[in-house]
């Protein structure tokens, strides 16, 4: 990792760190309860779009040009870099941060809840799609 990248991935400079969400998104959300609730949410900028836009559709295009999918949540680590996966990203920032992802009640309620549903409806949907395209 180049020296740039990780001085813009722990906040050791004045320029906020770049989050794109998408705005329906569960692990989008995941990530923003994480840093509202860890209380570093001022050292962020974020991004959101909403699918089916033209701006949704110009970052998505932008994040597949780094990865072979494009996946939210994203941060922008350097100029034209991202690091995407919210529990890669909140596993990060907690490190950098100092910030114990366990003493959250309030991601632990949302990862133990709403996000477990959304998550394995998202999964049998996912399937669904599969079987009616395969028949």
């Known amino acids: 990792m180049s020296d740039t990248r990780s001085k813009t991935m722990t906040k050791t400079d004045n320029t906020p760190i770049r989050a794109v969400l998408k ?26 779009f909403e699918e089916g836009t033209r701006a949704y559709d110009e970052a998505k295009a932008t994040l597949e040009k780094c990865a072979p999918e494009a996946t939210f949540p994203a941060v922008e680590t350097s100029p034209g870099t991202y690091m995407a996966d919210s529990d890669t990203l909140i596993d990060h920032y907690a490190k950098a941060f100092s910030v114990d992802r366990k003493a959250l009640p ?30």
């Open 23 to 48: 705005l329906d998104c569960p692990f989008s959300l995941k990530f923003r309860i994480f840093v509202t609730e860890a209380g570093i949410a001022d050292q962020f900028v974020f991004d959101v």
């Open 106 to 135: 309030l991601l632990a309620y949302y990862e133990a809840g709403v996000f477990k549903a959304m998550t394995q409806m998202f999964q049998e949907n996912r399937e669904m799609k599969q079987k009616l395209e395969a028949a």
